[in-house]
């Protein structure tokens, strides 16, 4: 609940404090709430070095190779009524390397690839690293793409990926990040978020 005290202050209240709060975050507070209880809960998840080999800049369908367990992993995640967002900076396009409708080629193929998973949505920034631009991780514009697209309650969500950005923009957002490495995979984070549902 949010209330004007006697000096015309507002506060919210937390746990049955009432905490100053200015107008901005009396506007933002309410969307939290209402996240928190109507939200959808996710998994974000990086591409490259995350799901597939990165092999630098990929520009063709065919050079995309998944590893082999995140299909089944995706698929626990799906069942278990997680959104799977994918999140990923893909320069190759403001390089001019590669057009949108060569992207949209190449995560079609990830999407037959990661059968019998299912990745309900895919969010790219395809930006220079030097652009400037809100949406490139570590930044949260894909994220807030996502939050107005399908209403995620972010504070009971995850990220997956493998780098220290993939961790801040997850971070940023308030879900709780994994970060995979040859030792800890894309299932190894799964199985921890499962796991911790139960």
Same mark, same amino acid.
Request: charged letters at 35%.
């Given at each position: 609940m949010i209330i004007r005290d006697g000096d015309g202050e507002l506060k919210a209240d937390i746990d049955g404090c009432f905490v100053p709060i200015t107008r901005e975050e009396s506007e933002i507070v309410p969307a939290i709430v209402e996240r928190s209880i109507f939200g959808k809960r996710a998994v974000f998840f990086d591409r490259d070095?995350?799901?597939? &080999?990165? *092999? +630098?800049?990929?520009?063709?369908? $065919? %050079?995309?190779?998944?590893f082999p367990f995140v299909g089944p992993a995706l698929k626990r995640l799906n069942d278990a009524g997680l959104m799977t967002i994918m999140i990923t900076n893909q320069s190759v396009i403001g390089r001019g390397w590669l057009d $949108?409708? !060569? #992207? /949209?080629?190449?995560? =079609?193929?990830?999407?037959? %690839? *990661? #059968?019998? +998973?299912?990745?309900? %949505?895919? @969010? @790219?920034?395809?930006?220079l690293p030097d652009g400037g631009c809100e949406c490139r991780k570590p930044g949260i514009g894909m994220a807030l793409q996502a939050l107005e697209k399908y209403n995620i309650d972010t504070l009971n969500s995850y990220m997956i990926g493998d780098g220290d950005r993939d961790v801040e923009f997850g971070e940023a957002? !308030?879900?709780? /990040?994994?970060? *995979? /490495?040859?030792?800890?995979? @894309?299932? =190894?984070? *799964? =199985? &921890?978020? #499962? /796991? !911790? #549902?139960r």
């Open positions: 070095d995350t799901i597939n &080999d990165d *092999v +630098g800049h990929c520009r063709r369908p $065919e %050079d995309i190779s998944i $949108e409708e !060569g #992207l /949209s080629k190449i995560h =079609d193929k990830v999407r037959q %690839d *990661v #059968l019998p +998973g299912r990745i309900d %949505d895919i @969010f @790219f920034c395809p930006h957002i !308030g879900c709780k /990040s994994y970060k *995979v /490495s040859d030792d800890y995979t @894309f299932a =190894d984070a *799964v =199985d &921890d978020i #499962l /796991s !911790g #549902l």
